[in-house]
């Protein structure tokens, strides 16, 4: 079955410290993997993914994720917190529904970036 | 850039009642979806609809839920009759073939409280 556990429903780090959001992933399937990130009172962006290819993928913002199929992991890090990274961020796998793309969420990390 | 939009941004009702949630998805876009997320847990999936029909809905989907695309621009979620657990916010997403069905972008969501 497909699930995503993220670790850390809350993380606070300095500005212009390391940012690294924790996500482990159970997939039955070659997994599609995504983050999303939201800030107060907007939609769900992506940040970036994962499908095939390149285990280490960067997406906006200065984020980047690699997939580690040993650990089943599918961490975020972004060298420098800036304060705008202040959101929720979301770990998502693919479902198992067909091709249309059913996404299975984490419950969400919320990032704090104190001055 | 374009986006999905979703109205209203707050709805509440009382329990029983019917109501019906709206959204304007990216206008090339082929595959909607709905997504819910209950205070505090996780964003889960609905349904999924192309071609004019669902291609997939979830457990928590039920008779209680119907979607419809009534023109070529907006895609609705009705809630025949509304109960407590309903309470929620609700995403609407929308994908298109250029980048696949994965590549999923969010409205802002609904947030729907029943009384």
Same mark, same amino acid.
């Given at each position: 079955?497909?699930?995503?556990?993220?670790? &850390?429903?809350?993380?606070?780090?300095?500005? &212009?410290?390391?940012?690294?959001?924790?996500?482990?992933?159970?997939?039955?399937?070659?997994?599609?993997?995504?983050?999303?990130?939201?800030?107060?009172?907007?939609?769900?962006?992506?940040?970036?993914?994962?499908?095939?290819?390149?285990?280490?993928?960067?997406?906006?913002? &200065?984020?980047?994720?690699?997939?580690?199929?040993?650990?089943?992991?599918?961490?975020?890090?972004?060298?420098?917190?800036?304060?705008?990274?202040?959101?929720?961020?979301?770990?998502?796998?693919?479902?198992?529904?067909?091709?249309? &793309?059913?996404?299975?969420?984490?419950?969400?990390?919320?990032?704090?970036?104190?001055? | 850039?374009?986006?999905?939009? *979703?109205?209203?941004?707050?709805? /509440?009702? *009382?329990?029983?009642?019917? /109501? !019906?949630? +709206?959204?304007?998805?990216?206008?090339?876009?082929?595959?909607?979806?709905?997504? $819910?997320?209950?205070?505090?847990?996780?964003?889960?999936?609905? /349904?999924?609809?192309?071609?004019?029909? !669902?291609?997939?809905?979830?457990?928590?989907?039920?008779?209680?839920?119907?979607?419809? +695309?009534?023109?070529?621009?907006?895609?609705?979620?009705?809630? $025949?009759?509304?109960?407590?657990?309903?309470? #929620?916010?609700?995403?609407? #997403?929308?994908?298109?073939?250029? $980048?696949?069905?994965?590549? *999923?972008?969010?409205?802002?969501?609904? $947030?729907?409280? /029943?009384?």
């Amino acid at each position: 079955a497909q699930s995503v556990t993220q670790l &850390g429903s809350h993380v606070s780090v300095s500005e &212009g410290a390391l940012v690294l959001l924790r996500c482990n992933y159970s997939s039955s399937v070659p997994p599609y993997l995504f983050w999303y990130v939201q800030y107060p009172n907007q939609g769900l962006q992506l940040l970036l993914k994962y499908t095939t290819g390149a285990t280490l993928v960067k997406g906006i913002n &200065g984020f980047e994720a690699e997939f580690k199929k040993s650990e089943t992991s599918f961490h975020l890090t972004k060298p420098s917190a800036h304060m705008s990274d202040a959101a929720e961020y979301f770990c998502a796998v693919r479902g198992l529904g067909g091709s249309q &793309g059913n996404l299975i969420f984490g419950k969400g990390t919320k990032l704090s970036v104190k001055p | 850039e374009p986006e999905v939009t *979703q109205t209203p941004s707050h709805q /509440v009702t *009382q329990m029983g009642q019917e /109501v !019906i949630l +709206r959204c304007v998805p990216i206008s090339n876009h082929l595959y909607f979806y709905w997504y $819910r997320q209950i205070l505090g847990q996780k964003v889960e999936f609905l /349904v999924s609809f192309y071609n004019n029909e !669902i291609s997939e809905k979830s457990e928590i989907f039920d008779d209680q839920f119907s979607v419809e +695309r009534p023109d070529g621009s907006n895609f609705t979620l009705k809630i $025949r009759s509304t109960k407590l657990e309903d309470s #929620a916010m609700y995403f609407c #997403a929308s994908s298109g073939r250029d $980048r696949g069905p994965y590549e *999923q972008y969010f409205g802002p969501g609904t $947030r729907l409280t /029943v009384t």
